[in-house]
């Protein structure tokens, strides 16, 4: 348990909770790192898997592009339908600002403040346990 925040360094670096101080290589089963790379993306990755090209989840080092497992999901570059201020949502299908329609493959649409499916506005509350 953590008594206060911990932070990533602002040079290359990683911080990988759960090592073994005697150890200078390798990775612990089923244990995660967030780290720093050289071009000054954050990343998010399964330790097991930072030098694996496209994998994990990366912010872009001006902080404007998501990438999950190399496809943007989010920001400038976008692919797989994520476009145009959107974010992708399950299955690669776009929410998208500006463009509301009746098309029946089922996309998202919102104006900012209500989220629209298929040109109808989608209720959102609450559900009690």
Same mark, same amino acid.
């Given at each position: 348990?953590?008594?206060?925040?911990?932070?990533?360094?602002?040079?290359? +670096?990683?911080?990988?909770?759960? @090592?073994?101080?005697?150890?200078?290589?390798?990775?612990?089963?089923n244990?995660?790192?967030?780290?720093k *790379?050289?071009? +000054?993306?954050?990343?998010?990755?399964?330790?097991?898997?930072?030098?694996?090209?496209? *994998?994990?989840l990366?912010?872009?080092a001006?902080?404007?592009?998501?990438?999950?497992?190399?496809?943007?999901?989010?920001?400038?570059?976008?692919?797989?339908?994520?476009?145009? @201020?959107?974010?992708?949502?399950?299955?690669?299908?776009?929410?998208?600002?500006?463009?509301?329609?009746?098309?029946?493959?089922?996309?998202?649409?919102?104006?900012?403040? *209500?989220?629209?499916?298929?040109?109808?506005?989608?209720?959102?509350?609450?559900?009690?346990?």
């Open positions: 348990m953590f008594q206060s925040p911990f932070q990533i360094n602002t040079s290359t +670096g990683n911080y990988n909770e759960g @090592c073994d101080l005697n150890a200078i290589s390798g990775a612990i089963a244990q995660w790192s967030i780290y *790379k050289g071009d +000054g993306t954050l990343n998010i990755v399964r330790t097991t898997d930072q030098n694996t090209a496209n *994998k994990g990366q912010i872009s001006d902080g404007n592009t998501l990438t999950f497992n190399g496809s943007v999901i989010a920001g400038t570059g976008a692919t797989n339908g994520a476009t145009n @201020c959107s974010v992708n949502y399950s299955a690669g299908n776009p929410i998208l600002q500006g463009v509301n329609s009746a098309d029946p493959i089922g996309s998202f649409y919102s104006d900012g403040a *209500k989220v629209y499916w298929r040109a109808r506005p989608l209720t959102m509350g609450s559900i009690p346990p």
